[in-house]
């Protein structure tokens, strides 16, 4: 009973493709997020959405599109991938955007753009 | 703004031996904080978090934490490491966005602890 999962684990693709990473969470949470860690383990957030309206959106290109469909789900597309995009993308939830919730992480999605 | 500065990229100890991993913040509210650790290749998972109730933060795995607001500190200890226990650690600190009321939480660049027989 995986709390926040996400799809791929790997994702091996070539400069320039499109790709899409799907997170879904099962703990009934309100709030969603997308993070990424850089090779030097440096966590940034990028995205985050409550009840699938975007609340958060951090200086990121507009190659990266979040979108959630409800609020059980929030998924990342990348248009024209970058070698620099290479890095692992976490996803994590929060029953509200409050800052006094903990969030919790899906297992990481590990990009690597050749 | 908020930032979090953890003072030791990495920390090497013995097995057995006590363990201090070090965090200083800043905000600009009263902040909530947070120990996070990531096993190699896995997720994020919560230790322990501050939310303005005691100081003293007892968390999982026998880790403790204790805010300091005169130092604007969150240091993290446990009194005997385990071989378990290596992993990389983040210091984590949250506001809430007034405008947006997101949980914007701000990582620290994280710690690596190396337990040694």
């Known amino acids: 009973d995986t709390a926040v999962s996400q799809t791929p684990k790997y994702l091996v693709t070539q400069m320039g493709n499109d790709k899409s990473i799907k997170c879904e969470q099962n703990?009934?949470?309100?709030?969603m997020y997308w993070y990424k860690q850089d090779s030097k383990k440096f966590l940034k957030i990028m995205f985050s959405y409550n009840n699938k309206e975007l609340i958060i959106n951090e200086t990121v290109p507009n190659r990266f599109s979040p979108k959630s469909p409800d609020k059980a789900h929030l998924n990342l597309h990348i248009n024209s991938l970058e070698l620099g995009d290479s890095a692992v993308y976490f996803c994590a939830s929060s029953p509200r955007p409050s800052g006094n919730y903990e969030q919790y992480f899906g297992p990481g999605t590990r990009l690597t753009v050749t | 703004a908020q930032s979090v500065t953890q003072l030791d990229s990495h920390v090497s100890v013995s097995e057995g031996t006590p363990v201090l991993l070090r965090c200083n913040y800043s905000s600009s509210y009263s902040p909530s904080l947070f120990w996070y650790v990531q096993h190699p290749n896995k997720g994020l998972q919560l230790l322990l978090k501050y939310t303005s109730a005691a100081t003293l933060v007892k968390g999982i795995n026998g880790f403790e934490a204790e805010f300091k607001k005169s130092e604007t500190s969150f240091h993290l200890t446990k009194p005997s490491v385990h071989m378990s226990d290596a992993a990389e650690y983040f210091c984590?600190?949250?506001?809430?966005?007034?405008?947006?009321?997101?949980?914007?939480?701000?990582f620290g660049t994280g710690t690596q602890l190396k337990v040694e027989l």
């Open positions: 703990l009934g949470h309100d709030t």
């Open positions: 984590v600190v949250s506001e809430t966005e007034v405008t947006g009321g997101g949980n914007k939480l701000t």
